[in-house]
């Protein structure tokens, strides 16, 4: 029975020459495994290359919605996006988890070391900025923007409601468009306008009402790569939101 590797592929062009060498090399079939992750990337054409580098099957998969609910929102809630802000440890674990769980289906043998994340829905890092314009470049006039919690989710960016994707997706064009969310990390473009403007508002709120699930709202300026709360509300009433949004009980 021919033995059957499971690799992560991202899309990037060492990734490719990676397959295509486990291929040639290896008595093995070669299956691989691409997550969405609000990486904004063609996977169709991801797909497509996987295959012309030898692999017999290639699963992509819609993962957006679980690593916001699942991975987003509790490192958020727990401070710890701080220190990842773009969620590239976060997303290389829900890589793995579902890289593990392919290799079972396929009867395959999970390749972990070919899990390496350069971007996902809150960020990315690479040769350039893609997601935030320079300060200098940034609209001269500020952008006031309030973010609406509800239990510690957030959840309506200026009285919209909106699912967690759709939250971040909005404030990540948001802030970038006005300078924000640049970071200094290792001399390379990195960028996390989304996690950036959300983590100050949280901080803000929950120092407020001295709670880890706060219910309220922060407002924020942002102008020319900075960003500051200029307004929190612990009472501020939540939108309807209908059945846009599941909170469990705290």
Not at 47 to 64: I, S
Not at 65 to 84: G, I, S, W
Not at 86 to 105: D, F, N, W
């Amino acid at each position: 029975m021919t033995d059957r590797l499971v690799f992560a592929y991202s899309g990037a062009s060492e990734a490719w020459a990676a397959i295509a060498q486990a291929a040639s090399v290896h008595a093995a079939d070669i299956v691989t495994l691409t997550l969405d992750l609000g990486q904004g990337a063609g996977l169709e054409d991801i797909r497509d290359r996987a295959l012309a580098a030898g692999a017999v099957r290639a699963h992509v998969l819609d993962a957006r919605e679980e690593f916001a609910r699942d991975y987003v929102l509790p490192a958020l809630q727990t401070n710890a996006l701080q220190d990842d802000p773009m969620g590239l440890a976060l997303a290389a674990q829900l890589v793995s988890r579902k890289l593990e769980e392919i290799a079972a289906i396929e009867k395959g043998t999970p390749v972990t070391d070919s899990v390496v994340v350069h971007d996902t829905l809150l960020g990315r890092r690479g040769a350039a900025y893609t997601l935030t314009k320079a300060p200098s470049g940034a609209p001269k006039t500020p952008a006031h923007v309030e973010i609406a919690f509800e239990r510690g989710v957030p959840v309506a960016v200026n009285g919209v409601p909106m699912a967690l994707t759709e939250l971040i997706e909005s404030l990540s064009i948001i802030a970038g468009h006005h300078g924000v969310g640049r970071i200094a990390i290792n001399g390379t473009c990195a960028e996390a306008p989304a996690a950036v403007v959300l983590v100050a508002a949280y901080t803000a709120l929950a120092s407020t009402r001295r709670s880890a699930a706060p219910t309220g709202a922060v407002r924020m300026r942002l102008l020319e790569g900075g960003h500051s709360v200029t307004h929190v509300d612990p009472g501020s009433p939540i939108p309807d939101l209908g059945s846009r949004l599941t909170v469990a009980p705290p």
